[in-house]
């Protein structure tokens, strides 16, 4: 596999780090009211897109 392909180490930081904002939505989510309404669920949605495409933008070409 050629050089230019592979992932960069840098960008193993800002997945997890958006990942832990995913997490961290979720546990307010649930903190708030126990139950899963259809505001959380699209945070959490907005989130895990934010993170794939954060992760897909910082990854070199």
Known sequence: ?????????????????????VGACLYIAFEQNNVISISNLSLLLGGF?????????????
């Open 1 to 21: 596999m050629p050089a230019s392909t592979k992932e960069s180490p840098a960008t193993k930081p800002l997945f997890v780090l958006l990942l832990a904002y």
């Open 49 to 61: 897109l934010v993170a794939v495409a954060g992760y897909t933008l910082a990854k070199p070409v």
